[in-house]
């Protein structure tokens, strides 16, 4: 079990232990003299099985589809984030992307069955996102009976037995080891289930009866599955803890490159320099580093070049920086080698610690906020919820990551009460317009301020040179403002329609929708407006914003930032991922490829971790190989199908 499920678990954990009796785990129909009791009080506790309101635990009740994938989901580390609020952000936001992924999969056997159980999609779009759910699968979950009558499908042993033995990792393991299933009744399990039967008896999760009978039709019911959950936990972390370092520590000196967050942002890539070879060490989040003097140094604040002696261990497969004192900077490097400064205006704040930020020229970049990262508001401390877009930000970046971030309010001093015939303002850009209690308004850019102006209702507008109405306005017109005696008589948009193409890499649904598109001159931000039309040419029919998806080939028609039309184009229903590879698993299970950009994370330079099980097509020179030709250092593209990002459909090898 990975760490961060680890301690999502001990986080549900816990607060199951505030609302439940689980130190006494007494229940009204579970005596502790039940062949399950200790794996029942073991699920209670950890909150993935509970009683009811009167203590009842319906030991002797069978499961259907719906209700064993929500055990098996929060058995692996599923969390209701609507519920649970301290919950990692960034762990929180895979569960929330991965659910807007699988949703129109989930809608369509939503219309497809009546009896569909809707109150667990969340936990099936969780498991189906991390692969222990296949989407061929969802339609087991309902059974046709005469007269197209529609019930819940009930588990049986057997199939619920493909469920644990994706929870421990071994599917791959299981189907190319086990032909049979090791039982009496052997004959009896469909040969689909029999590895998976097989490889559960072998580590002696499960057990033959007195006869040698496995029973493998028969129903699974609460008891069972609380004991066979619980026995798969409780082995899986143990496994864990026994992979603890296999190797003595070794220490050394090394030149630190650079040092970027993995993709599950709970761990680092430490990219060193050893003796003139390069190389990429783990390093958890929690290991300290210092300086030279030992005092206590962010790990994203190392500068680049920087010479450090660490101490690193074998823990599984992958070397770990268990220490880590930085000495000097080689060649004369310092912390400004790899520092920057920019300024500009605060234009998206996202929920996984990524803050975009509109430039002088036009563009828009986004960063992530480094964990120690110090936020000051008009000179004052302040936390990231304090800030708004279109406050004036000066941002220090180092790595991509913002380190330092000095914010200006929109407003502190630099509102211009125009109507007043206050101020001098004469032309600008549209940044923002709206309706208020005193009437229309706007805000205009001009030079580093952004200034919001009240329209009265006998200001002339033009616009092109024709005479326009308010809602002619489009955000990112140019506007020039002609006052007379200090007051605004006319204001004259002038406004520009082009059109983009590009790779969809963020949506922001929010009171101004924004859709942010790679294209060949860098990222673009453009404004979704009420009248926007979204087309896709897959389905052939209009879509809303909320079916776009990152990573999509998209076509957009601009008027100034406002998208008047916004085309999916035909095939785009996967998603590819170009990097290197930096590490291969046992037996080439797995790859860890540095990818260029992660559009589901929006992150460049990460670590991927790639699953290659044997059905993968991998290609070189046109033609199919091996996993095994996998090396580290080897040019790859990953293509993912549009909805899924666990297996890849395809690897491409580039020589």
């Known amino acids: 079990m990975n760490k961060k499920i680890s301690r999502v678990i001990m986080m549900v954990s816990v607060l199951v232990l505030y609302t439940v009796s689980t130190f006494g785990a007494a229940f009204k129909d579970v005596p502790a003299s039940h062949w399950a009791y200790t794996a029942i009080a073991d699920m209670q506790k950890r909150g993935f099985m509970l009683s009811n309101s009167a203590g009842e635990f319906s030991p002797n009740s069978t499961m259907n589809y719906f209700e064993a994938a929500d055990v098996a989901a929060k058995a692996t580390g599923y969390v209701d984030v609507k519920i649970n609020q301290n919950v990692d952000t960034a762990f929180k936001q895979q569960i929330l992307n991965n659910y807007a992924t699988q949703k129109p999969i989930l809608a369509s056997y939503e219309a497809k069955y009546k009896a569909w159980d809707k109150r667990y999609n969340e936990q099936i779009a969780y498991l189906l996102g991390r692969g222990y759910l296949k989407a061929q699968e969802l339609d087991k979950f309902i059974t046709k009976g005469t007269g197209q009558a529609e019930t819940r499908s009930i588990v049986t042993k057997e199939e619920f037995a493909v469920f644990v033995v994706r929870i421990l990792g071994k599917e791959e393991t299981a189907k190319s080891t086990y032909k ?27 057990n033959p009866d007195a006869k040698g009978n496995y029973s493998p039709k028969t129903q699974v019911t609460r008891a ?7 026995d798969t936990l409780t082995y899986k972390e143990k496994t864990t803890v026994t992979q603890s370092p296999s190797a003595p520590a070794s220490s050394s000196l090394v030149t630190v490159t650079k040092v970027m967050v993995k993709e599950e942002n709970v761990d680092y890539w430490v990219l060193a320099t050893k003796a003139g070879k390069a190389g990429h060490y783990a390093m958890k989040n929690t290991v300290k580093v210092t300086d030279k003097d030992g005092q206590a140094v962010s790990a994203m604040d190392i500068p680049s070049n920087t010479q450090a002696i660490i101490t690193t261990a074998i823990q ?25 400064v920019i300024s500009g205006t605060i234009a998206r704040i996202g929920t996984n610690g990524g803050v975009s930020i509109f430039l002088a020229d036009e563009s828009t970049k986004t960063y992530l906020m480094d964990t120690n990262c110090v936020i000051t508001l008009d000179g004052l401390a302040a936390v990231i919820d304090d800030i708004k877009e279109d406050d004036a930000v000066k941002a220090t970046i180092v790595s991509n990551y913002i380190t330092k971030l000095q914010v200006t309010t929109s407003g502190a001093g630099g509102s211009i009460d125009i109507e007043n015939g206050v101020g001098s303002l004469t032309s600008g850009e549209v940044m923002a317009k709206g309706i208020k209690t005193a009437g229309y308004f706007l805000s205009i850019k001009q030079g580093t301020k952004t200034l919001e102006i009240v329209i009265d209702e006998k200001v002339i507008l033009n616009r092109n040179d024709k005479t326009a109405e308010w809602e002619d306005v489009r955000i990112g017109d140019q506007v020039k403002v002609v006052k007379e005696n200090g007051n605004i008589t006319e204001l004259a948009f002038t406004g520009t329609r082009t059109s983009v193409t590009g790779q969809v890499k963020a949506i922001y649904i929010a009171a101004v929708p924004e859709v942010t598109v790679i294209t060949d001159k860098g990222a673009k931000s453009f404004v979704i407006n009420g009248n926007t039309e979204i087309y896709d040419y897959n389905q052939r029919a209009n879509v809303s914003l909320r079916d776009l998806r990152l990573g999509q080939d998209v076509e957009i028609l601009i008027d100034s930032k406002e998208v008047i039309s916004l085309v999916i184009q035909r095939g785009t229903n996967t998603i590819k991922y170009k990097g290197i590879v930096q590490a291969i698993g046992k037996k080439s299970a797995y790859i860890d490829v540095l990818v260029d950009y992660d559009p589901i994370s929006e992150q460049s330079k990460v670590i991927k971790r790639v699953q290659t ?19 580290k250092g080897m040019d790859v593209v990953i293509t993912y199908k549009y909805m899924e990002d666990v297996i890849p459909e395809k690897i491409l090898i580039i020589e």
């Open 180 to 206: 049979v299933s090791g039982f009496s009744d052997d004959s009896l399990i469909l040969a689909a289930n029999k590895p998976y039967v097989g490889y559960l008896k072998a580590l002696g999760l499960v």
């Open 224 to 230: 069972w599955c609380a004991k066979l959950i619980s």
């Open 316 to 340: 599984g497969t992958q070397e770990y920086i268990i220490s880590m004192k930085l000495q000097s900077t080689s060649g004369g490097g310092s912390a400004a080698s790899d520092t920057t």
């Open 613 to 631: 099980p044997l059905e993968v097509t991998i290609e070189l020179d046109g033609k199919t190989e091996h996993r095994t030709i996998f090396d």
